[in-house]
């Protein structure tokens, strides 16, 4: 599962290509259990003698890891997108209220095109072959 999550990191501005629904799945569950993590420690608040100071601290961990995981987040959504064949800016629908968000959840659940697209190489005929060398 952290292997995915470090491979969209180590993409981390790279909107070309294409990622399976694997790897953006993973990413996706990684930041939301990264998210919920520090909205507890967040809300533990600071110690009777120093009241919100664990609570403030973690607020700002909590804004940093959100800005630093804008890039990443929009990268892998376009490369999940061009893995239907979509093109990137289709990443924008999910902005329309209500059935955008539906219909980005919907498109990042399809199974990717098999073969070679206009935007790169099948992610799963790659991983394949790489699995089977280093094997």
């Known amino acids: 599962m952290l292997e995915y999550y470090v491979t969209a990191f180590r ?8 990622a399976r629904r694997r790897e953006y ?3 996706a569950l990684t930041n939301f259990l990264v998210l919920l993590v520090l909205m507890f420690i967040g809300a533990l608040g600071g110690t009777e003698q120093q009241p919100g100071q664990i ?8 804004v940093l890891y959100i800005v630093a995981m804008i890039v990443p987040a929009i990268a892998v959504n ?4 061009h893995d239907i064949g979509k093109s990137g800016w289709w990443v924008f629908i ?4 209500i059935i955008g968000p539906i219909w980005l959840i919907i ?3 399809t199974d990717g ?3 070679d697209n206009q935007y790169g190489p099948d992610p799963k ?3 394949y072959a790489f699995e089977k060398t280093t094997a």
């Open 94 to 97: 999910g902005l329309v209220p």
């Open 113 to 115: 095109q098999p073969g």
């Open 78 to 81: 376009v490369r999940r997108l």
């Open 25 to 27: 799945w993973y990413f």
């Open 55 to 62: 609570g403030s601290f973690a607020a700002i961990v909590y």
């Open 125 to 127: 005929t790659a991983a």
């Open 11 to 18: 993409k981390y501005a790279v909107f070309s290509g294409r």
């Open 107 to 109: 498109l990042h659940a």
